[in-house]
């Protein structure tokens, strides 16, 4: 049961942090601060960091020995996956992005276990 509310509280404060990240761009988007190309970045690559940091926390504090960030990011993908097929939105640059979210999670479980093994 307390990996089970481990997990709960690392998807919140994941998602926290996505939420306030997203404000900020938003904030700094709307007064002008940022460009369209920068805006689009920056949501990219804070969406990706926030799958790395929890993928980082479940695998170094949660799960021991499972591969539950593999799951979970497929199970994120695929949720996507169906949402874009539902919209009829589906195009390539789509599945260059779930690909994506997939590797982020990745490169945080490489992390938790280099921490581990050091």
């Given at each position: 049961?307390?990996?089970?509310?481990?997990?709960?509280?690392?998807?919140?404060?994941?998602?926290?942090?996505?939420?306030?990240?997203?404000?900020?761009?938003?904030?700094?988007?709307?007064?002008?601060?940022?460009?369209?190309s920068f805006?689009?970045?920056?949501?990219?690559?804070?969406?990706?960091?926030?799958?790395?940091?929890?993928?980082?926390?479940?695998?170094?504090?949660?799960?021991?020995?499972?591969?539950?960030?593999?799951?979970?990011?497929?199970?994120?993908?695929?949720?996507?996956?169906?949402?874009?097929?539902?919209?009829?939105?589906?195009?390539?640059?789509?599945?260059?992005?779930?690909?994506?979210?997939?590797?982020?999670?990745?490169?945080?479980?490489?992390?938790?276990?280099?921490?581990?093994?050091?």
């Open positions: 049961m307390t990996y089970i509310k481990k997990f709960i509280i690392y998807l919140i404060s994941s998602c926290g942090f996505l939420l306030v990240s997203f404000l900020l761009l938003s904030i700094l988007y709307y007064y002008g601060y940022l460009l369209d805006y689009s970045f920056f949501k990219l690559f804070f969406f990706l960091l926030s799958f790395s940091i929890f993928s980082y926390l479940i695998q170094k504090n949660c799960f021991k020995k499972k591969k539950i960030f593999l799951l979970f990011s497929i199970l994120i993908a695929c949720v996507f996956f169906l949402i874009s097929i539902i919209s009829n939105r589906f195009e390539l640059i789509l599945v260059i992005y779930y690909t994506l979210i997939i590797i982020s999670s990745y490169i945080g479980y490489l992390f938790s276990k280099r921490k581990k093994e050091a």
